[in-house]
């Protein structure tokens, strides 16, 4: 159906709260005002839509300007008993036509979605009633035939089939990382052993990414009880831990762990059994509603800004016969799914797991869940899982490029999954500089103990590459150590010394060998991988300082002009406009002309004279040569005429520093452990293929890296597609209002 015919569309928030939540409804509220279409926030969810009255209520572009860093939800969430019955539903639908609202947009669980189809289906019975009560008139009755519906997924467990990530699950995970962090110091300074209890009722994904993430020992999950003898197991694996030099020792308990007969398995009973059995002093942290508290992650924020307009996409597009969707993310794209199916593919999960079938209820969580935690398993046990190969093989760690955060973090994991797998696992220290000098060592599972959490890079890094006068000192170093196969963590410069060497292999026999690059770049510009390790990191960063700059700006008419790292690849400077609710950003794929300039001023100078006290723009260090950041600052005052104050902010290095996100921990473990099988099975058929890895729409993939200038822009050092460009309209639709949003604004 086109717009022009669409009538206002509701939004809500029910059920439990969440971290991006208030990203959502702003993305809504702007996305529908952008087409000119009126949006009607239902206040305290259900409860307003029965409440009716001042709960249901016109929202203006500038109403949802100052919320997008805030956790929870600004329009309220409640437990709505009315709304259960049908009684209920009929003084809903009514209080909606009051509006004109036939299209909503609900932001919630599965019970709140469930809720919102059973409403759908009623709709023509309860209008048929409405009008034989007298409560609506016929043409009411007829000019809104039928209710559409577009669900949001609104939770912290990340519990819903069908989407790969649910509002407010990596917000969650932020939370429940850092106080593992912190944990992890205390409890390393006494020897201690800490039981961590995190939500998650039917669903493991905190517990079992928190884990990843934080380096724990242990890990319980409803979908995969441990085994019968789990006691035991479980105080094995820490004693080996402790034995291998671990000073401290970490078990993570989701809320519903249970063991094989499903009985449950509480943070306590866990706490009893490793002091009893093990003697030390053992402590309980329940992080309980912490996680669902803070300001929403940077992910949260995109995320739920990108489902959020397209919530109002499907919502104008919508038929009285189409199927209600869920919108989702999957494979890194915002995806629309059957809505009741995806609901009932989650309820299946928890059937699963109360039948005791948990092989269905892994598999209904879908490969990726069961590859994280098949490693979790065989990182976090000191003695290899696996019987050791006749010919152990020597297997090199080596950063390469600029600093990026999380690069310990793959080289820990690579470590530990080599020696897994029976390897001889070497770390070169100082990148290829090292490698010349000989600085190689042989690293123990003890060696990367607490590398998990660590920013820089232990094994250290360097953007220097070797020449090629020193290619027979490399091959020669490669032989000197017996090198067998090499993983190259590391940005542009890694990336070309790999390419140089595997092309120069007829030359120096000794370059052939399997060699892999796993991408780690905050500015997210290396091929064959949408995402770097990093990037979140670097993202996360700006986003805090960016919230900061806005609140201190919020005081004065003041204009910041924020320059972000990204060289020619503007990824950092889209997103973190996108996620800080930046007016302009500038890119260096799209570059920056003085009409460009002008246009931004005029606007400038409008939105200050409408009321406006902040105006944020965004430059990437590179968009241009000439029209510096400091220049642009210089003109924007220049032409404001005292309207506004105009500041500038370098955030520099900043953004390659501090412990690498959740995120980034578990996409580097992921990667380096395929990495680790790359090498490994490359070895057994005696092949020496080169190669990198990276994530391409949410699956992991290696691609030769003889064809790497296939994909590569070299002038500018970024690939030639870049998916994120595809955001640019949604980045739009946020930044500022239409003619028509001024015009839908209520009076």
């Not at 930046?582 to 009321?611: C, H, N, S, W």
Request: with cysteine; hydrophobic share 40%.
């Amino acid at each position: 159906m086109d717009s022009s015919y669409a009538n206002s569309i509701g939004v809500l928030t029910s059920g439990g709260d969440a971290q991006g939540m208030n990203a959502a409804v702003r993305a809504v509220v702007r996305s529908a005002l952008h087409r000119g279409i009126t949006v009607h926030a239902i206040l305290e969810g259900y409860q307003g839509m029965v409440d009716g009255g001042d709960r249901i209520r016109a929202l203006s572009w500038d109403d949802v300007g100052s919320i997008l860093h805030q956790g929870g939800t600004v329009i309220g969430t409640a437990r709505c008993p009315a709304f259960r019955e049908r009684e209920g539903r009929l003084i809903a639908a009514r209080n909606l036509l009051q509006h004109g609202i036939d299209r909503l947009v609900v932001i919630g669980g599965d019970g709140s979605l469930t809720g919102a189809n059973l409403f759908r289906q009623e709709w023509p019975d309860l209008l048929a009633e409405l009008v034989q009560r007298g409560d609506i008139d016929e043409a009411t009755a007829q000019e809104h035939p039928a209710l559409m519906i577009a669900g949001l997924v609104g939770s912290i467990d990340n519990d819903m089939v069908g989407t790969d990530m649910t509002i407010g699950a990596d917000s969650a995970l932020h939370r429940i990382v850092e106080a593992i962090d912190a944990i992890t110091s205390t409890a390393a300074s006494h020897q201690r052993t800490f039981v961590v209890e995190v939500m998650g009722r039917h669903c493991g994904y905190l517990a079992l990414m928190s884990a990843i993430a934080g380096g724990a020992d242990y890990a319980l999950i409803p979908e995969n009880p441990p085994t019968d003898d789990w006691e035991q197991e479980m105080c094995e694996r820490l004693r080996n831990g402790r034995a291998a030099g671990r000073r401290d020792s970490i078990v993570i308990v989701a809320e519903g762990a249970r063991d094989r007969e499903g009985h449950p398995i509480s943070s306590d009973q866990v706490r009893q059994v490793l002091q009893d059995r093990l003697g030390e002093d053992t402590r309980v942290t329940i992080l309980g509603h912490v996680q669902r508290g803070g300001k929403p992650s940077a992910f949260d924020r995109c995320m739920s800004t990108l489902v959020g307009h397209a919530a109002v996409q499907e919502l104008l597009s919508a038929t009285p016969d189409s199927e209600p969707q869920m919108l989702g993310m999957r494979y890194n794209r915002v995806r629309s799914a059957p809505l009741m199916r995806c609901v009932e593919q989650t309820h299946a999960v928890a059937r699963k797991i109360a039948e005791h079938d948990y092989a269905a209820a892994m598999e209904l969580r879908g490969s990726s869940f069961t590859e994280m935690f098949e490693t979790f398993k065989a990182m976090a046990g000191a003695p290899p899982s696996v019987t050791p190969p006749a010919r152990p093989r020597r297997l090199a760690v080596l950063h390469g490029g600029g600093l990026a955060p999380g690069m310990n973090t793959a080289a820990r994991a690579a470590v530990r999954l080599g020696l897994d797998r029976g390897h001889t696992m070497l770390g070169v220290r100082g990148s290829f500089e090292g490698l010349l000098a000989g600085r190689i060592e042989e690293l123990s599972w003890g060696d990367v103990e607490g590398w998990a959490a660590m920013g820089g890079a232990e094994l250290g890094t360097s953007r220097q590459a070797p020449t090629v006068e020193q290619l027979y000192a490399v091959a020669r170093a490669l032989e000197t150590h017996r090198i067998d196969g090499l993983l190259i963590i590391g940005g542009w410069m890694a990336y070309k010394v790999a390419h140089h060497l595997y092309s120069e292999r007829e030359r120096y026999p000794a370059f052939k060998i399997p060699i892999i690059c796993l991408p780690a770049s905050i500015d997210n510009n290396l091929p064959g991988s949408e995402l770097s390790i990093g990037a979140d990191t670097g993202l996360n960063v700006i986003v805090e300082s960016l919230d900061r700059i806005k609140q201190s700006a919020m005081a004065a008419r003041r204009c910041f002009v924020v320059e972000v790292m990204g060289r020619n690849c503007g990824y950092l400077a889209l997103m973190g406009g996108l996620a800080s609710g930046a007016e302009r950003i500038y890119l260096p794929e799209e570059g920056v002309t003085l009409k460009d300039l002008q246009a931004d001023v005029e606007r400038m100078i409008e939105g200050f004279r409408g009321g406006r006290r902040f105006y944020l723009t965004i430059r990437n260090e590179r968009a241009n040569a000439q029209y510096t950041t400091d220049f642009m600052c210089r003109l924007f005052e220049e032409e404001g005429h005292g309207l506004f104050d105009v500041r500038q902010a370098i955030l520099g290095h900043v953004q390659q520093g501090g412990n690498p996100s959740p995120f980034d921990r578990v996409l580097a473990t992921r990667l380096a452990a395929h990495c680790v099988d790359f090498l490994t099975r490359e070895l057994e058929r005696g092949s020496s293929a080169g190669a990198y890895i990276g994530l391409v729409e949410g699956k992991v993939r290696i691609s030769p890296i003889n064809r790497m200038h296939d994909v590569v822009d070299l002038e500018h050092r970024r690939p030639i597609e870049q998916w994120w460009l595809d955001l640019r309209p949604v980045m739009q639709a946020m930044a500022r209002p239409t003619a028509k949003a001024r015009d839908s604004a209520p009076g």
